[in-house]
């Protein structure tokens, strides 16, 4: 086979697939830590992420879902939302833990109720009588 042939066959295949790199390869990877200090990115970057991912999934075939996924963009977008739904658990729990400004009535079962005080006769002659019959 020419060797002309043979370099323009491995050549052309290579300069097609590089059409240049695209805005998922070019995205800054950020980590969980700096969504953490950037709270609203995280946010915003969450919301968005969550409707790209559902469109995502019905345009790629399953290998290009995947391939995005391990994206820097894909990594963003699950970094993202992590962060995102992390804070606001952590915001419910410390809701919940704080104690209300307004005082709360507490009622007592009333299998808990204190006993009637036993007057101080009634007392006396059960003493007495429990005394009399002790050998």
Do not use: H
């Amino acid at each position: 086979m020419n060797p002309q042939i043979v370099a323009a066959l491995i050549l052309i295949p290579l300069l097609g697939g590089c059409d240049g790199l695209s805005a998922e390869d070019t995205t800054p990877m950020k980590s969980a830590t700096y969504y953490t200090q950037n709270l609203q990115e995280a946010n915003d970057v969450a919301g968005r992420c969550k409707q790209l991912d559902e469109q995502k999934q019905r345009e790629l075939s399953t290998g290009d879902y995947q391939e995005w996924q391990i994206s820097n963009e894909g990594i963003n977008c699950q970094t993202a939302i992590s962060v995102s739904e992390a804070a606001s658990v952590r915001e419910f729990v410390l809701k919940q833990t704080k104690p209300s400004a307004l005082p709360v009535k507490q009622s007592v079962p009333s299998s808990s109720a204190p006993a009637p005080a036993i007057p101080e006769r009634t007392a006396e002659r059960k003493l007495s009588s429990n005394q009399n019959l002790a050998p």
